[in-house]
């Protein structure tokens, strides 16, 4: 394989991009503002302090563009937490290895279970969710699982430990349509510091796993951010750039971002470099203007007074609903959770919200034979 | 008047049912536009769990579906979703899609002209999407394509006409109704498309993103009919000089 992001990413000074992200004028703003294909120094300077002035301009314009490309829809679903055993040691996480919680893995028929109560609540888009652990929640429990999900569902997505081009090869066959896999942060130190055992303390195989997936012809890719870890601009500027790189080499994947904000769990650590609603906005806008056919996701870890604010605005999926922990649907609903949930809508409700809000919630557009 | 597989349609306006806010916004629409043929996609049906709130108002409005393949990237898919179209919708009718580039949906000429083929073959009535290529065309015409549709713009970005010098090549050689699809952002785009002689044009986002979709649809209405009765009138040529109504050789006449 052809060097990945791992080797561009290596060329990068975190320090660097954190000064250009602070150095844009109000007229830089504004002429990046000003045009329709942006560049990395375009969304630079969107996010920059300057451009905060700018924030009602950029997010109507963040509108048009969403509703041209994506017209007034948003696609649903629900995530579906299989496992919560981990063997990586992070330290912001609930599910991390040394974290004394009540460990599951479900069976066959817990599976099965929660996913005819997903299809009760009309959910049609899952994404699968385990903690990382590859020992016993690897390729051989995907393969037993993967096939009895796919029955119930038009749409697999899939949140799991990174894997190699040959596992997603096969994935792609059992019937995933999507991969997430989140860099959490792009500051070394940082990412050092917070993931201290397993697998996920290489920064590198994390760093390169979207071009695994390029490779191996996955139709969706989904890269993310956990904002609070390290500087915002930065990682945002990080992940933009790993957003152009992905776009320009794999063509024929989707690109789907998440903007997930640190929350508190029962890890329980400070957040260092929290991100406001303010400029949760200035961001989720900002990626928008820098790509047009971008899907945002938006979970329910936000509350519903922001999610019906910034779902109109430029976010295409969100989740409604949401139990995050194994069973939570209906096997066993008292298991601890990943980490808790501010937006507590059942679907029914959520999508009786989006129409009054003017758009059309979606549960279904895609289909099983596509992209096998 | 638009001839398909012996069919014939008054309406020179078909339209694509997304991006609409609701399926009561989607029937409306469709109503003041005076369309007589949509296009949905397969994926988009929920046919498993009966569940879908557009196919039954589209089928009571008596409009003529034409189910289509968008999502397939390679024609091997588009093959699948069009015998689920024909199955599921009792139609042979396909607008065949086939876009490998998630980014600009635009279409993939080789996999379209070897998916053409083999639908022919199945028995299909094909409308490929393609890129304004006269050459491709003139290829999907001979596979056996009821009609071309190519592109005015890339799909969704309301450009108008950008390929216009490809398009009235493709126009002036074609056999088959061409129909263009994609990129029309306004009425007068639709009308443009029709004077210069495409038999039909295909509108879904300028319709569905307008803040006000069912007047915008009656603009589109009008612009087609508009256009539709100019070509058939005989549209006079340009010309760089001005030519007075009453020239003042007149009188030469009198002589």
């Given at each position: 394989?052809?060097?990945g992001f ?173 991969v997430?896999v989140?860099q ?23 760093l390169d796993c979207p071009d695994r997936l390029g ?6 890719i989904g890269i ?18 790993h957003?152009?790189y992905l776009?320009?080499?794999y063509?024929?994947?989707?690109y ?117 | ?255």
């Open positions: 394989m052809m060097a791992f080797a561009l990413w290596q060329q990068q000074s975190w320090e660097h991009q954190l000064l250009q992200s602070r150095s844009y004028t109000l007229a830089q703003a504004r002429q990046a503002l000003g045009k329709t294909r942006l560049n990395l120094q375009d969304f630079q300077a969107l996010i920059s302090p300057a451009a905060e002035p700018l924030l009602p301009m950029l997010a109507a314009k963040a509108q048009q563009f969403t509703r041209q490309r994506f017209g007034r829809i948003q696609q649903l679903f629900a995530p579906l937490y299989l496992s919560n055993l981990c063997a990586n040691e992070c330290s912001y996480c609930g599910f991390s290895m040394s974290q004394k919680v009540k460990r599951r893995v479900l069976s066959a028929e817990e599976v099965e279970i929660e996913c005819l109560a997903l299809r009760k609540c009309g959910i049609d888009q899952v994404l699968i969710v385990t903690g990382e652990h590859e020992r016993k929640v690897g390729m051989p429990y995907f393969r037993q699982m993967l096939p009895l999900i796919r029955r119930h569902f038009s749409s697999l997505m899939l949140e799991v430990q990174p894997l190699s081009e040959a596992d997603y090869r096969e994935l792609r066959q059992l019937g995933v349509d999507a997430m989140y959490e942060t792009y500051q070394q130190a940082a990412y050092q510091r917070y993931h201290l055992k397993g697998q996920k303390a290489d920064i590198g195989w994390r490779s191996a012809g996955v139709d969706k993310g951010v956990l904002f609070g870890l390290a500087d915002w601009r930065t990682d945002a500027s990080f992940l933009a750039m957003l152009l776009q320009q080499h063509w024929q994947s989707r789907s971002l998440s903007v997930p904000r640190i929350r508190p769990c029962s890890g329980g650590i400070e957040v260092p470099y929290p991100l406001s609603d303010k400029h949760l906005v200035q961001l989720i806008c900002a990626f928008r203007l820098l790509s047009p056919s971008l899907e945002i996701s938006l979970s329910t870890r936000e509350r519903p007074e922001l999610r019906d604010q910034l779902v109109p605005i430029a976010i295409t999926s969100s989740s409604a609903g949401s139990s995050t922990r194994p069973g939570g649907y209906a096997v066993d609903p008292e298991a601890l959770e990943q980490f808790s949930i501010d937006d507590s809508r059942s679907p029914a409700l959520y999508k009786q919200r989006l129409q009054q809000l003017g758009l059309a919630p979606v549960s279904k557009d895609w289909e099983p034979y596509l992209g096998r | 008047m638009l001839t398909l597989d012996g069919v014939q349609l008054n309406s020179a306006l078909l339209l694509g049912t997304g991006k609409f806010a609701s399926a009561r916004q989607l029937i409306a629409a469709v109503e003041a536009s005076g369309t007589e043929l949509v296009t949905l996609a397969m994926k988009r049906l929920d046919l498993q769990h009966q569940s879908d709130d557009i196919l039954a108002p589209l089928q009571q409005l008596g409009v003529r579906l034409l189910p289509n393949t968008s999502g397939a990237k390679t024609a091997s898919e588009a093959l699948f979703a069009a015998e689920l179209a024909r199955e599921a919708l009792g139609t042979n009718w396909l607008k065949l899609e086939i876009h490998p580039d998630p980014r600009y949906l635009l279409p993939d000429p080789i996999e379209t002209l070897q998916a053409a083929r083999e639908l022919v073959k199945r028995g299909f009535v094909v409308l490929p999407y393609c890129p304004a290529d006269p050459v491709l065309c003139k290829r999907l015409e001979e596979a056996g394509c009821a009609a071309v549709m190519p592109l005015g713009a890339p799909i969704g970005s309301n450009q108008g006409l950008q390929t216009l010098a490809m398009l009235e090549i493709i126009i002036e050689q074609a056999s088959v109704p061409v129909i263009i699809d994609a990129g029309l952002g306004a009425p007068s785009h639709a009308c443009q498309a029709l004077e210069l002689g495409a038999s039909a044009v295909l509108v879904n986002t300028a319709i569905a993103s307008a803040a006000d979709p069912v007047a915008m649809a009656t603009g589109f209405r009008l612009a087609c009919e508009a256009g539709v009765y100019a070509r058939h009138s005989g549209l006079a040529a340009a010309c760089t000089q001005a030519q007075a109504s009453s020239p003042l050789t007149r009188f030469l006449e009198t002589l």
